[in-house]
């Protein structure tokens, strides 16, 4: 529900297993700003710590950015692992947290402002065309390697045929949007140069560098190698 409060950044949640992990999201890269990830996490550890009544202390946290030198601070709010150059900002959990209950607990009040939240939540995406959502949950799936028009479809409450058919009525389709994501994502990674070209390939869902060195070069007839030297010579220029 972090979404209602800002489409720009919010957090998503994600569960694997016995595991948890909490995303910071960012909508556009130009938004992506290092204190935005600390203050969403850090407030997150802060509630987590208020709602389980317990020390709350993760398994590890992450960040996008590099390790700053004050690295100490961030281990005395976080106690636990701080982890940098990472592909994504996080919180890493045990999943057993998310069956605690605050002692305030009110089944009825919970109810009311779920139904309420979720109505506002359908007002959000009831703007955006089929196609921006498509792309939204590509772009947050891409990491995980895993995406594809099935899991599309199950996000968005209707079937495959049903998906092919109104992306079909927008004029694309689920393969071209996959595509299309891809290689804006690629191309924004390679012009810098936290990422290397093996780490991108894993970004975007690539099982082998190889492979994304293929796709990359049939989409803008260049290697992935040639294009940031290129991109970072452009930039050194400016």
């Not at 961030?74 to 890493?92: A, C, K, T, V």
């Not at 069956?99 to 009040?109: F, K, T």
């Not at 309420?116 to 921006?132: E, N």
């Not at 209707?158 to 191309?187: D, I, N, P, V, Y």
Request: one cysteine or more; charged letters at 25%.
């Amino acid at each position: 529900y972090t979404k209602l409060i800002c489409e720009v950044a919010y957090l998503d949640l994600q569960e694997q297993d016995d595991y948890a992990l909490l995303v910071h999201r960012i909508e556009d890269e130009k938004y992506n700003f290092s204190v935005a990830a600390e203050i969403s996490l850090s407030s997150a550890i802060t509630m987590m710590r208020l709602f389980s009544r317990s020390p709350f202390n993760p398994i590890e946290v992450r960040f996008r950015h590099a390790a700053p030198e004050h690295v100490t601070e961030y281990q005395r709010i976080f106690q636990s692992p701080i982890l940098f150059d990472r592909p994504e900002n996080g919180i890493l959990f045990e999943k057993k947290y998310l069956d605690c209950q605050h002692p305030a607990h009110n089944s009825y009040l919970q109810e009311v402002l779920t139904k309420h939240a979720d109505s506002l939540l359908s007002q959000l995406t009831a703007g955006k065309s089929l196609q921006d959502q498509v792309r939204k949950y590509i772009f947050d799936q891409l990491p995980t390697g895993e995406v594809d028009i099935e899991m599309v479809a199950l996000h968005l409450n209707m079937s495959r045929w049903t998906l092919t058919r109104k992306l079909k009525e927008e004029g694309t389709s689920f393969q071209e949007l996959f595509k299309q994501m891809r290689k804006k994502l690629a191309m924004n990674y390679l012009q810098k140069k936290k990422f290397s070209i093996s780490e991108v390939a894993f970004l975007l869902g690539f099982s082998e560098p190889s492979a994304f060195h293929r796709a990359f070069k049939s989409w803008v007839g260049k290697s992935p190698g040639e294009y940031r030297n290129s991109a970072l010579s452009v930039s050194t220029v400016s």
